[in-house]
């Protein structure tokens, strides 16, 4: 099984890389963090927001392939450590891979939230795109060791 992060947007600061980095390296060698990175959609020069969002979602979709979709959104339902860990155990045992999917600036194309089968909200705050890798990345490496009985995870 594999766990990917399909996000908009190729060239993330240092920080970002090297945060998401820490964590994907730190996932056992069954589950492996992938990050996928596909272009923003090249209408967004133009202004034109929604098909810059259309333009993404063929990319977003594309990467993800046959992988259950997870669409990280504001309008989604939060998770407890606790529930993203169970969730991630199921998946385990069903073996299919998993993809989480990060929007660009804009958020994502309504095809990508009905693509989901779940929607993940991080917060009730706005949280910038980019700044959603590393928060992800962590919240999954917690979600295995609480998994693993690993004392990372102290809540």
Same mark, same amino acid.
Request: charged share 25%.
């Given at each position: 099984?594999?766990?990917?992060? =399909?996000? =908009? @947007?190729?060239?993330?600061? #240092?920080?970002?890389?090297?945060?998401?980095?820490?964590?994907?390296?730190?996932?056992?060698?069954?589950?492996?963090?992938?990050?996928?990175? =596909?272009?923003?959609?090249?209408?967004?020069?133009?202004? #034109?927001? #929604?098909?810059?969002?259309?333009?993404?979602?063929?990319?977003?979709?594309?990467?993800?392939?046959?992988?259950?979709?997870?669409? %990280?959104?504001?309008?989604?339902?939060?998770?407890?450590?606790?529930?993203?860990?169970? /969730? %991630?155990?199921?998946?385990?045992?069903?073996?299919?891979?998993?993809?989480?999917?990060?929007? @660009?600036?804009? @958020?994502?194309?309504?095809?990508?939230?009905?693509?989901?089968?779940?929607?993940?909200?991080?917060?009730?705050?706005?949280?910038?795109?980019?700044? =959603?890798?590393?928060?992800?990345?962590?919240?999954? /490496?917690?979600?295995?060791?609480?998994?693993? @009985?690993?004392? /990372?995870?102290?809540?």
């Amino acid at each position: 099984m594999r766990l990917n992060m =399909v996000a =908009v @947007g190729r060239r993330p600061p #240092d920080w970002i890389r090297t945060g998401v980095d820490e964590f994907a390296q730190r996932m056992p060698r069954h589950l492996p963090l992938a990050v996928k990175a =596909v272009n923003p959609g090249d209408a967004r020069r133009s202004g #034109d927001v #929604d098909r810059a969002r259309a333009q993404e979602a063929d990319a977003l979709l594309a990467a993800a392939g046959s992988a259950r979709l997870i669409a %990280l959104d504001e309008r989604g339902r939060s998770w407890r450590t606790p529930d993203l860990a169970e /969730y %991630l155990d199921a998946a385990l045992h069903e073996g299919r891979d998993l993809a989480f999917v990060i929007g @660009g600036a804009d @958020g994502l194309d309504q095809r990508c939230l009905n693509a989901a089968e779940r929607r993940w909200s991080l917060s009730a705050l706005t949280l910038p795109h980019m700044l =959603v890798r590393v928060i992800v990345a962590e919240q999954l /490496y917690r979600a295995w060791t609480l998994l693993a @009985g690993h004392p /990372y995870h102290r809540a």
